[in-house]
């Protein structure tokens, strides 16, 4: 931490956007049927700190975001942008478009509109 | 880094990961008129610091990229949706949708597309 003193309700903002970028992984690890174990194995990143990060109790870097991604085989994009459509909700900003469900399926994906 | 070793094409897009939320930040402060010591002083984060994350450099915790969108009136939701467009630019995914030119112009903000 850089930053100095915050406020209650940034800090809540704050809590959020780590618990979105995990429950959206853990949503596509749960849709592709793998354990903890096994996306951590191939992601190479510690069981217990890949479970963290998934209840949003750690930070994850841009490395183990895309490694996670890459073990999970889902774009990168998609789970950034999916966290995007999950903040503009706690945010109450609406921003008219989300992934297409046409797209999801597609790809074989999870939606986050289903 | 908890992640061992990485593969090259996986450096390549961490790199570009860390490099698009900074473009993204730079676009934005530079669209408002603000110079990075204004941005950094609201945010209470180090000037230099702010500078490397915007070229990049540095990777940014959810605490400090909150209030940096804060210190920018940007909805941090509205960032991290340029991330993930960027992303999936440099992914070679096409995601259909993009943040309407309607919905920048009326919250005045700086549109990707343009």
């Known amino acids: ?9 940034a800090q809540e903002v704050e809590l959020l956007l780590r618990q979105q970028i995990g429950e959206v992984l853990r949503t596509h690890r749960l849709h592709k049927g793998m ?6 194995g191939r992601a190479s990143v510690a069981l217990g700190y890949l479970s963290e990060v998934e209840r949003g ?11 996670v991604a890459d073990s ?9 942008r999916q966290v995007s459509d999950r903040v503009a ?26």
């Open 1 to 9: 931490m850089t930053a100095g003193s915050t406020s209650v309700e």
């Open 57 to 67: 109790q750690k930070e994850v870097s841009s490395e183990i975001l895309q490694s």
């Open 72 to 80: 999970l085989e889902v774009p990168l994009s998609l789970i950034i």
């Open 89 to 114: 909700a706690s945010e109450g900003v609406y921003i008219p478009d989300t992934v297409p469900d046409e797209f999801v399926s597609e790809a074989g994906l999870v939606s986050e509109n289903s």
């Open 35 to 40: 354990t903890l174990r096994q996306v951590a």
